[in-house]
């Protein structure tokens, strides 16, 4: 059985009709940050407890604890991430992208 989205899966368990266009590959993979983020900020906050990381020096010469950059990291990578699927689903079906590039640009593809 498949699972496009996620109403797909509480219909399925449920029995209810509903129609929520919240894809499952996504919500997964959004899951996914938010826990890898969590788990690294825990561990980058122990590994200044234990004196390995010491406070990281912003560009305006501020020092921060370290854990707190975790999720400003976490936030660019992601960004960056989807960004990069995307060219890379341009890049590899140029003539797609030359017959409709907005299309292209704005599709579901590519992510997975």
């Known amino acids: 059985m ?8 509480i219909n399925y368990f449920f029995g209810t009709h509903w129609s929520i266009p919240i894809a499952t590959f996504g919500s997964f993979v959004g899951l996914a940050i938010l826990i890898a983020s969590s788990i690294a900020q825990k561990e980058v906050l ?3 407890t234990l004196g390995i990381l010491k406070n990281a020096k912003t560009a305006a010469g501020i ?7 975790v999720s400003n990291l976490t936030v660019i990578t992601a960004l960056f991430g989807v960004l990069g699927a995307r060219v890379f689903h341009i890049l590899e079906y140029p003539s797609e992208f030359l017959h409709d590039p907005m299309g292209m640009i704005f599709s579901r593809g590519g992510l997975s």
């Open 2 to 9: 498949s699972f496009p989205y996620l109403s797909d899966v």
């Open 46 to 48: 122990r590994f200044e």
């Open 63 to 69: 020092f921060v604890p370290t854990h707190q950059i």
